[in-house]
């Protein structure tokens, strides 16, 4: 997915991935089919919290039972969290209104660090993912964490959601 057509148009000719056109809004992404991975890099260090959970649910909806939803986002490693000193400051998501990408709304597409705590947080609340890795740092030299979520099948969504209700009731 892009939200640039010229973006779409490279990946085609030039990487031979077909590509859906995007938008700044979860619901008005439109894709039939489900893949066995689904990768977004780079995709959350530009959103802001409240869009998180919308955007890897409808991500998530997209992956088949047993796939993949693999993404990439900045980090407690990230430039942006050392100069804004973000874990000292015990900040878990960090949003400002900027980005290279003059041509959108910076309010919906701006630069954000987040912490694993939040990152997490937010997974938990998707009863069909389960964090399958997560590696600080590992991608875009360092400064980007990298998080594989597993689309579980519907038996395991119940036991899941269970077990984290057994949890909350502790």
Known sequence: CDIHPK???FHQKELGISCYSSSD???DLNIQNTYDVVIAISFFSH????SWLPWLQ???NV???GGLLIFTCHGPSSNLSATHNLINKGLEFFFYPESEQKDLDAALYGTSCAHPNFVMDTIS???N???TEYKQGAWWGGT???YALTKITAREEVITRANRQAKADL
Request: no cysteine; glycine share 0%.
């Open 47 to 50: 959103m802001p919290s409240k």
């Open 25 to 27: 809004k979860p619901e």
């Open 125 to 127: 609340q998707m009863p």
């Open 7 to 9: 973006s779409i148009e």
């Open 144 to 146: 980007q964490d990298f």
């Open 129 to 131: 993912a389960h964090l």
């Open 63 to 65: 992956v088949q039972e």
């Open 58 to 60: 409808k991500l998530m």
